[in-house]
């Protein structure tokens, strides 16, 4: 790098911190054994920027041992001179199930898996009045009505997404979703145009390499004639696959195609965000084109 270049990126301006917002639990309702969904509301809300994107998420503060006392709103400057590394609040992402202007609340849905994770067991003992900090949304992805066809596929982790697109489609709208859950007792129901056929594929239990069935299920999709939009999120390795067949067996261009990985097999999502940067955690090599 020359001396000028280096002044040049020293001079650039720093991305802005995240705006932090904290807001209460004032709903929680079942919707199947292994998902929640929450309701937040409070003033903060007004601190929320909203946008069109049907994929809009935020990233979640949690302290990782839910019995050190910490309750929000966490300074996470001040924190870190006073607690060491691994006690600090940990950042988990999730995408917002729905916004509700009029009542000033919005919703997202959690995955209930036991004792594993920091979001997950929060959410299984969350009760009306509980406070949780976040920081957002982002996202990018909205249905393109010009689309000939839509094909949208996930698994647990991008029902809430999978969900907002498919209420955001033209009534008119024709396509394939297709939603990979361990059992039926997992499916939702879903808001969907009549000519997009949503598909629920069983894989019979937790995640794995050897259970999952959602690439196969994509492979396996009726290739329609005209222009596809594509949104397929989920696992890691299953997205590297999913990119190969769409861009190269199937030549969708990347701009009709959002796909990324919102997670990996056998990886904690420190883990799994650290990677991000290094060849194994992206999807695309070319930098920049990795969610």
């Not at 601190?47 to 049907?54: E, H, P, T």
Request: aromatic share 8%; proline share 7%.
């Amino acid at each position: 790098m020359t001396q000028q270049s280096a002044r040049e990126v020293s001079t650039r301006p720093r991305r802005p911190r995240p705006r932090q917002m904290v807001m209460e639990v004032v709903d929680v309702e079942e919707l199947s054994p292994t998902f929640k969904r929450i309701t937040f509301g409070g003033e903060d809300f007004e601190l929320f920027q909203d946008s069109d994107a049907v994929d809009k998420y935020v990233k979640l503060l949690l302290p990782q041992n839910p019995e050190s006392g910490l309750k929000p709103p966490f300074d996470l400057d001040e924190l870190r001179k006073t607690l060491p590394k691994d006690e600090l609040p940990l950042r988990r992402t999730y995408t917002v199930h729905s916004v509700d202007h009029d009542a000033k609340t919005l919703k997202m849905d959690f995955v209930i898996h036991g004792a594993d994770g920091l979001a997950g067991p929060w959410a299984e003992q969350a009760e009306v009045g509980d406070l949780l900090q976040f920081s957002g949304p982002g996202g990018k992805y909205q249905p393109d009505p010009t689309a000939d066809w839509h094909l949208l596929a996930g698994d647990e982790a991008a029902i809430p997404a999978i969900g907002a697109a498919l209420a955001a489609l033209p009534d008119d709208a024709v396509g394939h979703a297709l939603i990979e859950v361990a059992t039926a007792d997992d499916e939702w129901n879903l808001t969907a145009p009549a000519g997009v056929e949503v598909t629920w594929l069983h894989r019979g239990g937790p995640f794995t390499p050897e259970s999952t069935v959602i690439e196969q299920a994509v492979k396996d999709v009726a290739w329609r004639d005209g222009r596809v939009q594509a949104f397929v999120h989920g696992e890691r390795e299953i997205m590297k696959s999913l990119r190969v067949y769409l861009h190269d067996e199937r030549g969708v261009d990347r701009a009709d195609t959002s796909l990324s990985a919102y997670w990996a097999y056998g990886r904690a999502e420190d883990d799994f965000q650290a990677e991000k940067k290094l060849p194994i955690g992206q999807i695309y090599s070319e930098p920049g084109l990795q969610y």
